[in-house]
T-cell receptor, first 114, second 108 residues
């Protein structure tokens, strides 16, 4: 499968713990997005990378959230001191650089905070 | 504020019937609109974008700036069209705003 991959697929953690998710984009895509999706809602934009540079962050991304994309390849999203409200599906998408600008989504990581 | 509204959470039609999934948006600039689809146990994927003005799997969507709408239509629904459909608006080069989605069920 040469699509976008995300790990882990599921994560259960206790409130107050830190968690880290990984996204591996399609290799030739230089743009990468993180979204959060809660039940009954569409994906909500969190942050965006162009290569290794984090160019935009949503106000949804509190200071407990941090994202990196070292070397412009894979990306990680870390949540510190998790809260029950962080329970959601976290989606990653990589974007072609051509005129279509299509977003290719990964399968997501489902986070449950107990 | 930029917003995408999909007024119907659930939509059910019979096979062969026409289907229209509604999407309204609010955006002060020149909008770029998309429909994404998620079939059962599959990941979210692009269905179509307004710039392309194409028909994908029999679906079309026309941007109506006067009514600020981008409704998705198909004249004859098929059972395999059953899925979750999301309308999305791109703001600038980086921020994609999604609607809450409409679950379409096509009954045999």
């Amino acid at each position: 499968d040469t699509g976008v991959s995300q790990n882990p697929r599921h994560k259960i953690t206790k409130r107050g713990q830190n968690v880290t998710f990984r996204c591996d984009p399609i290799s030739e895509h230089n743009r990468l997005y993180w979204y959060r999706q809660t039940l009954g809602q569409g994906p909500e934009f969190l942050t965006y990378f162009q290569n290794e540079a984090q160019l935009e962050k949503s106000r949804l991304l509190s200071d407990r959230f941090s994202a990196e994309r070292p070397k412009g390849s894979f990306s990680t999203l870390e949540i510190q001191r998790t809260e029950q409200g962080d329970s959601a599906m976290y989606l990653c998408a990589s974007v072609t650089g051509d005129y279509t600008d299509t977003q290719y989504f990964g399968p997501g990581t489902r986070l449950t905070v107990l | 504020a930029q917003r995408v509204t999909q007024p119907e959470k659930l939509l059910s039609v019979f096979k062969g019937a026409p289907v229209e999934l509604k999407c309204n948006y609010s955006y002060s600039g020149s909008p770029e609109l998309f429909w994404y689809v998620q079939y059962s146990r599959q990941r979210l994927q692009l269905l179509l974008r307004h710039i392309s003005r194409e028909s994908i799997k029999g679906f079309t969507a026309d941007l109506n700036k006067g009514e600020t709408s981008f409704h998705l239509k198909k004249p004859f629904a098929q059972e395999e069209d059953s899925a979750m459909y999301y309308c999305a608006l791109r703001q600038g080069n980086n921020d994609m705003r999604f609607g809450a989605g409409t679950r379409l069920t096509v009954k045999p």
